[in-house]
């Protein structure tokens, strides 16, 4: 443990006393350090990519995949959008002065839901909408983060944390929508208790990212909360209807055969995307184990992100201690996850910090939550052994939350009561 004198203290008011959060200097040291890296590898990439860091080829390579879509849906050439070597093809064409070299494989891999929702930016030129994209999904996170905290004081440390940090910067960097699909996730379960209809609303539109809304249901049925399922089933169908009745319905037989003829072994998206990816797929397969193998170990992660999000939904308890484990469980489950996603460990681990201090913390429990927030800066995996530990990095912190919940209200909380005599006792 770690004395004041090498910490950094935070003031959380909860009911009628002050608790205090002591985070050390080293790890606070070495948490702005790798931010202000990430960052600055952000900023060099225009001219210099790659000098100092991860190549990012160009600025809004992914983003220049979201804008291509719906700049063809205006152009009627919707057809071409799911032909992943099509796509590639007139990315390269029309984004030739922006790119610092061709991009090998950039497919359209959304569902058309998504698409529908990228049609206003496509009226924009790309670098305005790249702006506007990443200023409003950035500012529906904070807002996310900000209303609805269990821990008022500590709201500006755990936004800090998710714009500012490796994962933020990477996100920004590429032009992604981790933000848009935080927020969603932050938003939707934040909401349950006080506006059931609209927590469903935004879950449901989670839908445009599916791999992140596998947990989700199970959260839900866990909770009980059988309004906001049916209110977010509701929205993902009339958002598909919407972009069906919109688009036509040949995006969508498309995709499904695109998604298909994608995941095939040997397929180009297994290698050009899922591969360099953070999966526990990508981690084992890296490792050298067949994919076959590595789907079965997927499916296994899976499971287990599911039972330890329905053990910590089950029960009542503070809504960011558990959304902490859905956060990182969601992670662990996805079959694709790729370094900007990684803003949802940051998250986790940031609501982490501001969770009840009944004790003091180790400083290997700081290293932890640490390791999630700079695990961007350690991948691929593909290329990067260490980056292989992930997925036991985020079990151990899951496991972790939940032992602290005992700690604090009793392992009742989440379903793994010992003796509710003294889980009484210590309310």
Known sequence: MLDDRVAVRVAIVSGARMRRIHIPVIILAIALAASLYAWAVVLATPLYPGAIGLNLNALGTDWMVFYGGARQVFAGHLAGIYDGDAFTAYLNDAFSGWLSEPVPYRPFIYPPC??????????????????????????????????????????????????????????????QNGFLVAALLVGGFRLLSLRPALAGVLLGILTIKPQFWLLVPVALVAGREWRTLGWAIAAAGALAVASALALGTEPWRAWLEALGRDEAPGAKWVEYGRMWGESVYACLAASGIGQAVANVGQVVAMLVAAGLTYAAYRRG???????????????????????????LLTIAAGLWIAGPVERPRMLAEWTLALALALAPLFGPPLVSPVARLLPLLIVGFILLVIAQAGETSGLAEFGLSRRPAVVRGRE
């Open 114 to 175: 998504y698409l529908l929702l990228l049609l206003p930016f496509g009226a924009l030129s790309f670098v305005a909408s790249y702006i506007v994209f990443q200023g409003a999904s950035g500012a529906l996170l904070a807002a996310a983060l900000w209303r609805g905290a269990d821990r008022a004081k500590a709201r500006g440390l755990v936004i800090g944390a998710a714009l500012l940090g490796p994962a933020a910067a990477i996100n920004v960097g590429v032009g």
């Open 317 to 343: 308890g503070e809504i960011d201690r558990k959304l902490a484990v859905l956060l990182a469980a969601t992670v662990l489950a996805a079959p694709h996850v790729s370094l900007h996603d990684l803003v």
